[in-house]
């Protein structure tokens, strides 16, 4: 499985951005996927996931109501819809794959990476 991420950018306080990640591989419609982001001397943190149809979202207490995570199985993207984005959301953002399908909260869950895309938000 391939991840490719993109759509980060520099974006001013109360603006929106969205994301998107791009997947390869013979069985990834069946895989839950996730949003992480990494803060400059920050661990990882997950941001948002997505079962393997859609129909089940989770997201991280600091963004729910602001983020909003989806999915396309017909072009095996999942994006990552950010508004009124806040300083404290400036972080690298990264997507990876479930094997087990549920795209919970759960960084151990998670078997596939996509290299990250910087989100900075400026106040």
């Known amino acids: 499985v391939q991840l490719q991420a993109s759509g980060g950018g520099l974006v001013q306080a109360g603006d929106s951005l969205r994301l998107s990640c791009a997947s390869s591989?013979?069985?990834?419609?069946?895989?839950?996927l996730g949003w992480f982001r990494q803060a400059p001397g920050k661990e990882r943190e997950a941001v948002a996931g997505?079962?393997?149809?859609?129909?089940?979202?989770t997201y991280a207490d600091s963004v729910k109501g602001r983020f909003t995570i989806s999915r396309d199985n017909a072009k095996n993207t999942i994006y990552l819809q950010m508004d009124s984005l806040k300083p404290d959301d400036t972080a690298v953002y990264y997507c990876?794959?479930?094997?087990?399908?549920?795209?919970?909260?759960?960084?151990?869950?998670?078997?596939?990476w996509g290299q990250g895309t910087l989100v900075t938000v400026s106040s």
């Open positions: 997505i079962n393997f149809s859609g129909r089940y979202t």
């Open positions: 990876a794959a479930d094997m087990g399908g549920w795209g919970t909260l759960s960084e151990s869950s998670y078997g596939y």
């Open positions: 591989g013979r069985y990834v419609r069946d895989y839950g």
